[in-house]
């Protein structure tokens, strides 16, 4: 998994890329593109190509070993229905389109128009902690209904959703 260095040494690469909405390359990305690329390098996944928005980010952060609320020294990423930031795990703060392309600082995650929050683990080398996932068969994935259903009602900030809110499958 990428650790602090490389999540740094990423983000300054691509400070200054012009704000283009749904864009995916070094021509131009959106905020949510932004998280894309910065949870992708976090993960050991090509930055470009595996983008996702701020309708589908939550189960795209689930697939990539993110979980629920926000944790110190972690990779943090927070997101309302229309715009997301992340904050890198030593608080650097990064975004595009809060008045231009990408560039650090600013808010990050931690804006107050964020009610939702996901975060990558980190080990305290700063590199992102290896993925908890069950060996297929191993039992049921539990999928938050909000993931399930994308009208449903956001889930309380920081919070996992009940398990009376999950489904099986």
């Known amino acids: 998994m990428s650790d602090l260095a490389a999540l740094l040494a990423f983000i300054h690469q691509v400070s200054g890329t012009p704000y283009i909405s749904g864009g995916d390359s070094a021509r131009g990305t959106d905020c949510s593109g932004l998280a894309s690329w910065v949870s992708n390098v976090a993960t050991d996944r090509p930055a470009f190509g595996s983008r996702f928005n701020t309708g589908n980010q939550e189960r795209a952060l689930l697939a990539r ?5 926000t944790a110190p020294g972690a990779l943090v990423i927070g997101w309302n229905g229309g715009h997301t930031a992340v904050t890198l795990p030593d608080g650097t703060a990064v975004s595009s389109g809060e008045g231009g392309g990408v560039k650090i600082g600013g808010g990050g995650a931690y804006q107050a128009q964020f ?7 980190m080990d305290n080398e700063g590199e992102a902690a290896p993925l908890d996932v069950p060996a297929h068969g191993a039992g049921p994935e539990v999928i938050p209904a909000s993931v399930l259903a994308p009208d449903a009602e956001p889930t309380p900030a920081d919070e996992a959703p009940a398990e009376a809110d999950a489904v099986a499958i």
């Open 65 to 69: 070993g993110f979980k629920y609320g």
């Open 115 to 121: 009610k939702r929050h996901m975060y990558l683990p």
